[in-house]
């Protein structure tokens, strides 16, 4: 007799910090079918997860909701996740009877009331699909791991690569955990530490960083005997919620004592290791000093606007510092700025413009400033990902240039992790000296093999300089909002099997 397995996704990060809600328009939602066509070719948590479940003969696949973020935005408005909540519920009764079910979540979203989005999304799955199925989810380990989350789930997986190169295995691995549930050959027990601490910066990189050597350990669990899965889930620093933390998690076959004592170990060493996983910053005025002394190329990291960390991309703050400096060197930068590109689009190509340029949505933070422009080229926004080679959507798009300065002006934040959208509008960033790179980091070839990074202290949502940012909801103390505490490891149990 066939066996069915419910699939479903909710992928998404916000940032509180930024004042441009994140609507239900900001995520691409494919119900049905629509989900499996949009992951066909995808190396997408889904895909691995699919390609495991295909290669047992006596297994129906039945696809439900997905709705994943287009780009990262604010706080999402309550009215726009009840409706994802609603048509979730929905899909997920429509499905009838199954065996067991599989969601790819991030952990990283919140409502303006509902705090733990996809906690109450895997509480909806318990009401429609009943406590007797086996359920498992995979996270990004940027997901702020609730309890609630955890009481709702057999098992769960994690990334184990900063910047993301595991989707397709991180799904693969869940998806074998819930096979082995559905034949009874597991009781899985998780122990979770809370460390109060958030982090950023470069050691964080996983293949080269001091985080890389404490995933490893955390592997090492999950493949050694009885291990089912271990990481951390170390936030998204920039989602300001009660339980925004970093969280050490191991998950074994029963052994909650062993599962206790080595989650307890991997908490006590990332805690170690705490003051190191900061982000180290160079001041703006020393940034722009260096960029326009040296001949080399120089990219200007802007992590503080990263709009895939969920800042709102309107920044120009470095340009204008460069400007002030009297910089005469080529630079390269994208902007979010709706006006400006309605204006260009008006004016037409090769026209002459004097512009206020940036600030337009996050106006606490960002200035408005004037350049007088000439359009370039104009777009219409829609382009392939260098990454993922899926199609990304900047809204319409218009290539200004003021001196020495291009600005691709977009309507709608994008993902500015690679290259694609300087690529997209016919501006290669190795034609110019100073690019402004609006992402915390990069694939290594993309910048870092051919010029010197500045990671620059600007303002902005998603500053790494976490003191800065104002959070009001993630319980103190926590570490650098609070300096100097002192603190113990305690591992919690959560599991259906204890
Ligand atoms: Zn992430």
């Not at 499996?36 to 295909?54: L, P």
């Not at 940027?142 to 769960?156: I, K, N, P, S, Y």
């Not at 170990?265 to 290791?273: G, M």
């Not at 694939?443 to 976490?466: F, K, R």
């Amino acid at each position: 007799m066939s066996r069915r397995i419910l699939m479903g996704e909710y992928l998404h990060e916000i940032c509180s910090f930024n004042p441009a809600p994140t609507r239900y328009e900001d995520f691409l939602v494919n119900r049905g079918q629509a989900m499996f066509d949009y992951h066909a070719k995808a190396g997408t948590e889904v895909a691995g997860a699919r390609d495991v479940f295909r290669q047992q003969a006596d297994i129906t696949l039945v696809p439900t909701f997905s709705a994943r973020g287009i780009t990262s935005g604010g706080t999402i408005p309550q009215a726009d996740f009840e409706r994802i909540e609603r048509e979730f519920r929905e899909d997920l009764i429509a499905a009838g009877l199954v065996d067991a079910a599989y969601f790819t979540l991030h952990g990283a979203t919140a409502a303006d009331r509902e705090v733990d989005p996809e906690g109450r999304l895997l509480a909806v799955a318990r009401e429609v699909l009943g406590e007797t199925i086996p359920i498992v989810a995979s996270f990004d380990l940027h997901g702020v791991l609730t309890d609630r989350m955890l009481e709702h789930l057999d098992a769960w997986t994690v990334y184990h690569t900063y910047p993301h190169v595991d989707f397709y295995e991180t799904g693969a691995r869940a998806a074998k955990l819930l096979l082995r549930l559905m034949d009874r050959q597991i009781r899985p027990v998780t122990a979770k530490v809370e460390i109060p601490a958030l982090v950023r910066g470069d050691e964080l990189i996983t293949a080269t960083g001091r985080f890389g050597k404490m995933v490893d350990a955390a592997k090492a669990i999950e493949q050694g005997p009885g291990g089912l899965s271990a990481g951390f889930f170390i936030g998204n620093p920039f989602t300001d919620v009660p339980d925004l933390r970093t969280y050490a998690v191991v998950c074994l076959d029963g052994e909650p004592e062993l599962a206790a004592s080595v989650a307890t170990e991997l908490a006590a060493t990332f805690w170690e290791q705490r003051s190191h996983l900061q982000a180290k910053l160079c001041d703006v005025a020393t940034s722009v000093e260096r960029a326009v002394a040296t001949d080399q190329p120089v990219a200007l990291v802007d992590a503080a606007d990263a709009t895939s960390s969920g800042a709102s991309g309107d920044s120009l703050e470095i340009v204008a510092a460069l400007r002030a400096a009297g910089c005469r060197r080529r630079v390269l930068t994208p902007i979010v700025d709706e006006p400006a590109v309605r204006a260009a689009f008006a004016a037409g190509v090769g026209a002459r413009l004097t512009l206020e340029l940036g600030g337009t949505i996050d106006s606490r933070r960002f200035k408005r400033h004037t350049f007088a422009v000439t359009v370039r080229s104009l777009s219409d926004g829609r382009f392939l990902s260098e990454s993922f080679g899926q199609e990304w959507n900047s809204g319409l798009t218009a290539v200004l240039e003021s001196g020495p300065f291009t600005i691709v002006a977009t309507s709608r934040p994008v993902h500015l992790f690679d290259r694609s959208l300087f690529y997209a509008n016919g501006r290669d960033p190795k034609r110019y000296d100073i690019t402004i790179v609006k992402s915390p980091h990069c694939q290594h070839h993309m910048y870092a093999e051919w010029c010197e990074m500045i990671s620059v202290d600007a303002p902005g949502s998603t500053s790494a300089n976490l003191p800065t940012l104002g959070h009001t909801q993630c319980r103190r103390p926590v570490f650098p909002l609070d300096p100097a505490f002192e603190w113990k490891p305690v591992a919690k149990f959560l599991s259906r099997y204890l």
